[in-house]
T-cell receptor
Framework: GEDVEQSLFLSVREGDSSVINCTYT??????LYWYKQEPGAGLQLLTY?????DMKQDQRLTVLLNKKDKHLSLRIADTQTGDSAIYFC????????????FGSGTRLSIRP | DSGVTQTPKHLITATGQRVTLRCSPR?????VYWYQQSLDQGLQFLIQ???????AKGNILERFSAQQFPDLHSELNLSSLELGDSALYFC?????????????FGPGTRLLVL
């Protein structure tokens, strides 16, 4: 069945780049998302990438998609303490009837 | 503030009981989604509605049901509650329910089943 996998934890030093990785199994995935969840809060969509794209950049965020390997990554440049959160990768098929599958989330912690 | 509201914020109930969670989408959004977030299952998509009709179904148990009303608010009904149903339940909305749309999440309802 469909599955999305992420590592559970990532610790980086403040000012360094963070790279959060995700793999998925559904080859028909069309939309791939990154969500951020801060403590006690709901989910916030950070960015998404369409499956015919290799890369998308939005300010400090860079998303890379390797469709052949079904690998998605989120790079956060110049990581700040405010970036501490859980980051979820998710995928969805093209059809509006297709369900969204989330990864388990990666907890990003920032070291001073 | 995403514009999506959920009530109640917290709910504590006993096993075997039935509860109703309510969601009001952002103004103008026609599609509503329900998600469950728990420690052991992670974040799971439950169900999606578009303009009153069921659009997509995820890992929703038969004990759970949902509906979207003509005013576009949605309710998630959880019955015969079990301890394992304790979780954070999120509602999200988007304009028409297409994959490329941003989903706006509500603050969630935290359900504790004792």
């Amino acid at each position: 069945g469909e599955d999305v996998e992420q590592s559970l934890f990532l610790s980086v030093r403040e000012g360094d780049s963070s790279v959060i990785n995700c793999t998925y199994t559904d080859s028909s995935s069309t939309y791939l998302y990154w969500y951020k969840q801060e403590p006690g809060a709901g989910l916030q969509l950070l960015t998404y990438i369409f499956s015919n794209m290799d890369m998308k950049q939005d300010q400090r965020l860079t998303v890379l998609l390797n469709k052949k390997d079904k690998h998605l990554s989120l790079r956060i440049a110049d990581t700040q303490t405010g970036d501490s959160a859980i980051y979820f990768c998710a995928e969805k098929g093209y059809s509006s009837a297709s369900k969204i599958i989330f990864g388990s989330g990666t907890r990003l912690s920032i070291r001073p | 503030d995403s514009g999506v509201t959920q009530t109640p914020k917290h709910l504590i109930t006993a096993t075997g009981q039935r509860v109703t969670l309510r969601c009001s989408p952002r103004s103008g959004d026609l599609s509503v989604y329900w998600y469950q977030q728990s420690l052991d299952q992670g974040l799971q998509f439950l169900i999606q509605y578009y303009n009153g009709e069921e659009r997509a179904k995820g890992n929703i148990l038969e004990r759970f049901s949902a509906q979207q009303f003509p005013d576009l608010h949605s309710e998630l009904n959880l019955s015969s509650l079990e301890l394992g149903d304790s979780a954070l339940y999120f509602c999200a909305s988007s304009a028409t329910g297409q994959g490329k749309e941003t989903q706006y999440f509500g603050p969630g309802t935290r359900l504790l089943v004792l």
